[in-house]
């Protein structure tokens, strides 16, 4: 597609299209699904050399809804037993994804892994599974999403995954910005107290805080450990809920070309597609292979 190394630093990948297709829930912008063949048949169409997979398990809404399903009437003793085995069962589904996400990793080299550390997840059960996938499945960062896991940034149940990722150099990314819902979890200025409590954390804010950009400002200003990707936001460019091409390369120079990475959300948007519209943006060559890949491969320390 380009002569350009081109690395999406943002995709999201399922084990099958149902699955993928619920998680999408009602976005039709594509047909995809993130399942593996789909992501190999795409990077290899838009020339994408690797693909950074930033999966993720609601477990908050799962576990929402099996608590749901709980008979009405029960003791409370019942009930609090019925609760430990619904965490249990929640703990070894997040394993698992971790697990099918490394290994299609191992499978397809060009596809990099991350893992998804959660709140339910005690101190010790979450450190561990921090330290035993970065030693024994190459893991080059997590990935948390403050609205989908029903908690803020700056929960200090969160705390041993930023201490444990800023002590052995570990990326972390969040989804950021707007999303359907009430709560704004994921709103920028919630990510302050972490940026300011965990100077050395290599913290990635997705979609450049799409919706809330005077806060991403503000952010980007005050804390130089901040970066970005403009997964979505990229692709949105021509979209209601988008900005135009000026205002988005304006963006990105203000808050500093060497801090943003390219990445396009696939299954939700077209990584072709985003990689098109990135190349029209009002950059230079040299700017445009940082964005493409040369922030990815510094910030995540790829290969």
Known sequence: ????????????????????????????????????????????????????????????????????????????????????????????????????????????????????????QDEKTMTDEIINRVNNNNVKGIKFHPNSQQCFPNDHRLWPAYQTSEKIGLPIIFHAGIFATKIQYAQP???EEVLANFPDLVLVMAHLGQGFLDETRYLAKTYPNLCFDCSAIVSATDSARG???????????????????????????????????????????????????GNAIRIYKLS
């Open 243 to 293: 900005i135009t091409d000026k205002e988005l390369a304006d963006l990105i120079k203000e808050i500093g070309i060497e801090r943003v990475m390219f990445g396009s959300d696939f299954p939700f948007y077209d990584p072709a597609d985003a990689v098109e519209r990135l190349l029209k943006l009002d950059f230079n060559e040299v700017e445009k292979q940082m964005l493409l890949a």
């Open 1 to 120: 597609m380009t002569d350009y190394q081109i690395i999406d630093a943002h995709v999201h990948t399922y084990q099958t299209r149902e699955i993928g297709l619920q998680a999408k829930q009602s976005s039709t912008i594509t047909d995809y699904a993130g399942t593996p063949d789909e992501i190999l048949s795409i990077v290899e169409k838009a020339n994408i050399s690797q693909a950074v997979m930033v999966n993720l398990l609601p477990l908050a809404e799962m576990r929402e809804a099996a608590i749901k399903k709980l008979p009405g009437g029960i003791s409370a003793a019942d009930k609090e037993a019925a609760l430990k085995e619904i965490d249990a069962r929640m703990m070894g589904r997040l394993e698992r994804r971790n697990t099918w996400t490394c290994e299609l990793s191992v499978e397809h080299p060009n596809l990099i892994p991350f893992i998804n550390v959660d709140p339910l």
């Open 189 to 191: 200025k919630h990510f």
